[in-house]
């Protein structure tokens, strides 16, 4: 309501129709909008969570990152395993959580298997679309 009284006095708008609603806003947001999904697209994803339960440098932190990769997926195949590669460390990171709450629910089933994983931010995949 207050979007329809102010819209009089912006000085540009952009007018968009989704079948019966009329959305109107300024075309500064707009931009931002556009700017985000710019961002999000340069970046790959989303920002979000997942848990790190590896986290190894060394001769064979490559081959040590595989197999714990290889066990998580053995032991839940329906959730997301990745290795990250950040010079020296070699760590495998699980799930495409986009809250810290979700995160969490899922790490306190997984601290009894991997007692020393822990949350981290990352970038996650864009949500698949219904």
Do not use: C, H, W
Not at 52 to 61: L, P, T, V
Not at 74 to 80: G, L, V
Not at 89 to 117: C, I
């Amino acid at each position: 309501m207050l979007m329809l009284m102010a819209s009089p006095f912006l000085q540009a708008q952009d007018t968009l129709r989704f079948g019966n609603i009329l959305l109107v806003q300024d075309a500064g947001l707009t931009r931002i909008v556009e700017r985000q999904v710019t961002l999000n697209r340069r970046k790959g994803g989303i920002d979000g969570y997942r848990i790190q339960i590896f986290f190894n440098s060394g001769r064979k932190a490559r081959e040590e990152a595989l197999k714990a990769k290889a066990n998580f997926l053995s032991r839940f195949p329906n959730i997301p395993a990745y290795v990250v590669y950040r010079a020296p460390f070699y760590k495998v990171r699980v799930g495409d959580f986009r809250s810290k709450n979700e995160a969490f629910r899922m790490f306190r089933q997984l601290r009894r298997v991997y007692p020393t994983s822990y949350i981290v931010k990352d970038v996650i995949p864009f949500p698949e679309l219904q």
